[in-house]
């Protein structure tokens, strides 16, 4: 099983958890973690899985004046240019290999509130015509630039595990060894 993990992060939260997401799928195969302004404009390596995350702003992914914001509250991380919505509408669409899975990290004390980075993404991703590998996930913050709340770098490998076993079932499926 191969996959690649793209995410996005300006306070350093959501790259704990792809972090976490890596250590997970790493238990079942070959697994690269990029931060998305490093990220290749093509993905011309064949992958079984492509993994996306970032953090929710305003109810979707992050846009510019989102990222200007977070970095007027303290934010060290990222740029203000390229997020996951920016990477993301320079993939080629069409038919694609690779499953994506996609997630998030949110404000615990918002958790209800509609919307999600990772829900949009995964919108964006089916539109690109990949298949989508699992319901997109969010992973809880104490407050925008808190701490991630206990448990959740755990939930996130358990998440990354059942990911990768995922992958390395389909991926032998079709002959992969």
Do not use: C
């Not at 997970?24 to 973690?33: D, I, M, Q, R, W």
């Not at 958790?111 to 992973?139: C, D, I, M, N, T």
Request: glycine fraction near 10%; hydrophobic fraction near 40%; charged fraction near 20%.
């Amino acid at each position: 099983m191969k996959a690649l993990v793209v995410y996005e992060s300006l306070f350093g939260n959501t790259e704990q958890v792809a972090l976490a997401i890596t250590s997970g799928l790493s238990k079942h195969g070959e697994v690269e973690l990029i931060e998305v302004m490093d990220a290749p404009a093509v993905i011309t390596e064949t992958l079984d899985l492509l993994v996306l995350g970032g953090p929710t702003h305003a109810f979707s992914m992050t846009r510019p004046s989102t990222r200007e914001d977070a970095f007027r509250q303290g934010a060290t991380q990222g740029s203000t240019t390229v997020g996951l919505r920016e990477w993301l509408e320079h993939l080629p669409k069409g038919s694609h290999s690779e499953l994506v899975a996609t997630f998030d990290t949110r404000v615990a004390k918002v958790r209800h509130l509609p919307g999600s980075a990772a829900k949009g993404a995964a919108k964006v991703a089916l539109k690109l015509g990949y298949e989508v590998a699992a319901p997109a996930e969010s992973f809880y913050v104490e407050d925008v630039s808190g701490q991630i709340l206990e448990g959740e770098l755990g939930r996130a490998q358990a998440w990354g595990e059942r990911l990768g076993a995922q992958a390395a079932v389909r991926a032998v499926g079709r002959g992969v060894p």
